[in-house]
């Protein structure tokens, strides 16, 4: 009896540690990854989906022989490919939407291949293959907990696993420390999982040691920020100032702008003028002036240049503020008369009253997502039509705003044009001129009253019926509300990857697939509306509080902790269904129909309450369905695959918000909900 109690115990700590490094490795692979191969930096919910697909298998192999030796051998495979993919030049060819792919860090003859389905599929293949150890010695130790009748306190113990792995590795994270720690940490936790395996001990510390030293000597970036890895490129005279690159991509240049600033060569002389044709246009010089993506310094350093008596400078990332603090050559920063503010543009802009003579957009273009569980861009949620009017009631009276761009699409012309005429009511001007680091200068507000082109009723009537970005469907870079074939044929790929993988790992599975029979659907509709439901809750509570990493951290954290809450709740007492499937079908409709917008014009307090009960009170109800589920399951390891193969499913349908709107993802989950929760109500 004392023997099969320390076993048990020794059970429910390699479940905590097991889900502690699976979640751990997922957010190394979502940080690193997108560093060694650009293109990935768009796509980082691909490398959360096959965490799902992976472990998913690995529960449906369960009761197979053990795997715990690919563990490291499909570690090492993958960063070796991610290393070696790393040096090539993938360019995009389809015209869905327009990605940065700016490949200044490879030599000139670095091969280029005019595809992004290899590194996707790829990667997603052999991430895939690195969970599938991992899940079925998750699902082991859960069949462990089923067998001796508490399937949920074995659940408790996976979700207080992933969220500590959350907190360790955002610790971790903004710490400062370069990739080699965070794998190293990974694999030092994994230790956990293979001491008590004489020969896998042996060969993870061989591909552990391989592992490290392909990360380190593979390593370009000088730091990583929380949202780039980040390289800076100094100039080779003063005024040239410095590059800085993000995830290997040209993505800002901090260069002398001020006019009396001696001896620069034809180019930076054009990227000069065009960031000072603005006030040229101007009747005096701005007093106050608002910069939005104030990145390095150079709109600060030309507001400065201009006369402007304050400066407030908003940019969202740390790292990049402090590279403008330490080297740009104007020193921008160093001024009284600026007010540096690190958070996210749209954040700012919905909390402060401030006004202001001119509001500048800088060049915010993004080149990642905001997480892992959105297509949405870091910078999508600045460039909406309600960004621009909240940006517009900023304006003092006779006030102008300033957008910069590099536009190299006419629908993201137009959908520019078409959110500023709405907001002023008429065309604004626009500069059209190749200025290196922008061509087109959008000038809007009465400040500019002077240089709008005149435009007839039809033309102003044209541009107001454009389909713009909103906060519903932020998407500048799309060219209009649709699936292309892009992203059509990457779901199709990955829908048949994760369809072929199931029926080759688990006979019951195939056989159940073919037959149509066998198919634990409540299971998979559970994972599959979960994950439509936590997409939308951290894109939308990403608008309300701000589209940073702390946001990010804070709302998957809280989203963890309600599920553990949920479960206990569960375990200890189970609530009456009479009350949990109507709250779950409740609260849905309610985040459905509230307003986003009226959470943002709310004070912080009522706003941090209302957020609360719109992200906890469904996951809470939702989960508490789950466990009641859950635990009814004879077999807990098919029943956990079933759910993450569903969570894979949910994650590639999140693509339909580019073509309904992330308020509708709530309406699919809901629709997904109900045959789940329903037969169950009918039973009790």
Not at 2 to 26: G, H, P
Not at 389 to 417: K, N, S
Not at 475 to 480: D, E, I, K, V
């Amino acid at each position: 009896m004392l023997e099969q109690t320390r076993t048990f115990r020794l059970a429910a700590v390699e479940l905590l540690a097991i889900s502690l490094v699976a979640l751990f490795q997922e957010l190394t692979l979502i940080r690193w990854v997108p560093g060694q191969v650009r293109a990935l930096a768009y796509f980082p919910n691909l490398i959360l989906l096959s965490a799902f697909l992976g472990l998913g298998l690995g529960c449906l192999r369960a009761r197979g022989k053990s795997l715990l030796w690919l563990w490291p051998v499909s570690l090492v495979a993958l960063v070796l490919a991610a290393v070696g993919m790393g040096q090539v030049v993938f360019t995009h060819e389809s015209t869905d939407e327009h990605l940065w792919l700016l490949y200044y860090d490879l030599p000139p003859g670095a091969p280029v291949v005019r595809n992004l389905h290899l590194p996707i599929i790829s990667l997603f293949t052999l991430s895939a293959v690195s969970f599938i150890p991992l899940g079925q010695l998750l699902a082991q130790r859960l069949q462990s907990f089923r067998e001796r009748g508490q399937s949920l306190w074995g659940y408790c113990l996976d979700i207080l696993g992933s969220l500590t792995g959350v907190i360790t590795f955002t610790w971790l994270s903004i710490s400062g420390l370069l990739p080699v720690w965070w794998f190293a940490a990974l694999l030092l936790l994994g230790l956990l999982l293979v001491f008590r395996h004489g020969r896998v001990t042996v060969g993870y510390a061989v591909a552990g040691a391989l592992t490290l030293t392909a990360v380190q000597l593979s390593e370009r970036n000088e730091r990583y920020s929380p949202y780039y890895a980040i390289t800076r490129k100094a100039g080779l005279e003063p005024w040239q100032g410095f590059d800085v690159l993000a995830n290997g991509s040209l993505h800002q240049c901090a260069r002398s702008l001020r006019r009396d600033t001696p001896g620069l060569d034809e180019k930076h002389r054009v990227v000069r003028e065009g960031y000072h044709h603005p006030y040229r246009l101007l009747a005096k010089p701005p007093r106050r002036v608002l910069v939005l993506g104030a990145g390095t310094g150079n709109d600060v350093a030309v507001a400065l240049d201009e006369g402007a008596e304050q400066v407030d400078a908003v940019e969202i990332d740390p790292v990049i503020l402090e590279l403008g603090k330490q080297h740009h050559p104007d020193r921008p920063y160093d001024s009284p008369k600026v007010r540096i503010i690190n958070t996210d543009a749209r954040s700012f802009l919905n909390e402060s009253t401030e006004t202001y003579d001119l509001v500048v957009f800088g060049t915010l273009d993004s080149l990642t997502r905001l997480s892992a569980l959105s297509n949405v861009r870091l910078d999508n949620f600045v460039y909406t039509q309600e960004s621009i009017e909240a940006a517009r009631r900023h304006l003092a009276p006779g006030g102008g705003m300033v957008l910069y761009f590099m536009v190299l699409a006419t629908y993201i012309d137009e959908h520019i044009l078409g959110m500023l005429v709405r907001a002023f009511g008429e065309p604004p001007g626009v500069v059209r001129a190749d200025r290196h680091l922008f061509n087109n200068i959008y000038l809007a507000g009465e400040a500019f009253s002077a240089v709008r082109p005149p435009a007839s009723s039809d033309e102003v009537k044209a541009l107001m019926e454009l389909d713009v970005p909103t906060d519903d469907w932020p998407y500048l870079y799309l060219r209009g509300r649709e699936l292309g074939s892009f992203y059509l044929s990457i779901m199709a790929i990955l829908g048949l990857l994760a369809v072929a993988a199931v029926m080759l790992v688990s006979r019951q599975m195939r056989e159940g697939m073919l037959k149509l029979r066998g198919w634990d659907m409540p299971m998979f509709l559970f994972g599959l509306a979960f994950l439509l439901l936590e997409t939308n809750s951290v894109t939308r509570m990403g608008l309300v509080w701000g589209a940073t990493w702390l946001t990010s951290a804070v709302v998957f954290g809280a989203i963890l902790a309600m599920i553990l809450l949920a479960t206990v709740v569960t375990q200890l007492r189970t609530l009456p269904p009479l009350l949990v499937v109507p709250g779950l079908v409740v609260t849905l409709v309610v985040g459905y129909a509230l307003p986003t917008e009226m959470l943002l014009q709310m004070d912080g307090a009522l706003r941090l309450l209302l957020s609360t009960l719109f992200v906890g009170a469904p996951i809470f109800f939702a989960s508490c369905c789950f466990a009641t589920a859950f635990r009814d399951r004879d077999e807990s390891d098919h029943a956990l695959g079933w759910n993450l193969l569903g969570a894979v499913t949910g994650g590639l349908l999140e693509m339909l918000s580019m073509v309904l709107g992330f308020k509708a993802l709530t309406l699919l989950a809901l629709l997904a909900y109900l045959p789940a929760v329903l037969p169950g109500l009918r039973r009790r």
